[in-house]
């Protein structure tokens, strides 16, 4: 997250427990990749997070229905216009996922014996750089987590396109409008409109006064729509109102509850991005690694566990050391300085 983004949520009191619902849907894609890799493709038996199998994937949309909520609340505080809107969006997730980009793209080209299944083109590095891969026929992008980037990025256009009314009210309708004008027009995917559960949710916020105990119910519908899901579901069905719609009343009442500050989880929170990157390379070399170790490999909950805090201090790593100021002198040359 931004230093300008922080600002703006902190001026509405709301930082802590969205930074801490970031840090959640990182770590439960992060577990999710882990699972499904450990099972599916590596044969090794997972008891106690299989669930996670199909479950984790909802983090996805959780990140959805955030993006949606705040561009709501930074606009409602801080209004700027579709140019200085787009510059900050481009600056907060272009850095370090073109500088990831690159290096993988690269290792794969110099190495291709190691990534023989992939064939890695000029093309395919021009689209994923441009978030159109999945549009213009590659599939995913370069780094295989971009593609939900490559929706954050159309998310932001259209949000863009609305800001001429100057109102962060009328720009989050007017958002949700043109999006159920393009999937019905255009048959855009429908995960589109969990961006909109996010303003729908920035709208009711701005609009009416929650109380605690509204915003307590709330969160434990959403919270408890996903545990069943998670316990007795199997993630078939459509996903944006098995998880998009239970994550919108999950955000709806946890920003109405006393702010989380933990510093930990606060911290965990700020290198959710850098995590939910960095997994595309960690998660596939943890498990080259301990190909020939039999003893963890047999352990098969143990090992997700492990490989998950490896990941996530990884994240963290990478956020402090690269992220972090790689966008902060983006930033500081987007103003001249």
């Known amino acids: 997250m931004s230093n300008e983004e922080k600002s703006l949520l902190q001026s509405s009191k709301k930082l802590g427990n969205i930074q801490v619902l970031r840090a959640f849907a990182a770590l439960i894609v992060i577990m999710y990749h882990i699972v499904s890799n450990a099972s599916i493709s590596q044969g090794i038996s997972i008891t106690l997070f299989y669930s996670l199998g199909h479950w ?9 229905v955030i993006s949606g909520f705040v561009m709501i609340e930074s606009q409602r505080n801080r209004p700027t216009n579709s140019f200085e809107f787009f510059k900050a969006r481009i600056i907060r997730i272009v850095p370090i996922y073109w500088l990831l980009t690159f290096c993988y793209w690269t290792i794969a080209t110099i190495f291709p014996a190691y990534f023989q299944h992939i064939t890695a ?6 689209t994923s750089l441009l978030f159109t891969s999945g549009v213009l026929g590659f599939g995913k992008p370069i780094i295989g987590q971009g593609w939900t980037l490559e929706f954050e990025m159309l998310f932001y256009l259209f949000f863009a396109s609305s800001l001429w009314l100057r109102n962060s009210f009328r720009s989050g309708i007017l958002t949700i409008a043109l999006i159920t004008i393009a999937v019905q027009s255009f048959t855009l995917n429908q995960i589109v409109f969990e961006f909109c559960f996010g303003l729908l ?6 609009k009416y ?3 605690k105990n509204i915003g307590l119910v709330l969160t434990i519908i959403g919270g408890g729509a996903l545990l069943l899901e998670l316990l007795f579901g199997s993630g078939e069905g459509n996903r944006v109102l098995l998880f998009g719609l239970p994550s919108m009343f999950l955000l709806l009442g946890i920003v109405n509850l006393n702010q989380l500050t933990n510093r930990f989880l606060l911290a965990l929170g700020d290198a959710s991005y850098s995590a939910y990157l960095l997994q595309f390379f960690v998660i596939p070399l943890l498990f080259k690694l301990t ?3 039999s003893a963890i490999r047999s352990q098969g909950d143990i090992l997700v566990l492990v490989f998950t805090v490896i990941t996530v201090l990884a994240g963290q790593v990478l956020y402090v050391v690269v992220e972090k100021r790689l966008t902060s002198r983006f930033r ?6």
Do not use: C, E, M, Y
């Open 56 to 64: 984790g994937f909802s983090g996805v949309d959780l990140f959805f």
């Open 121 to 126: 083109t000029p093309s395919w590095l021009f």
């Open 201 to 206: 949710a920035g709208v009711i916020h701005q």
């Open 209 to 211: 006064k929650i109380s």
């Open 291 to 293: 190909l020939n170790l």
């Open 332 to 337: 500081r040359l987007s103003k001249g300085r």
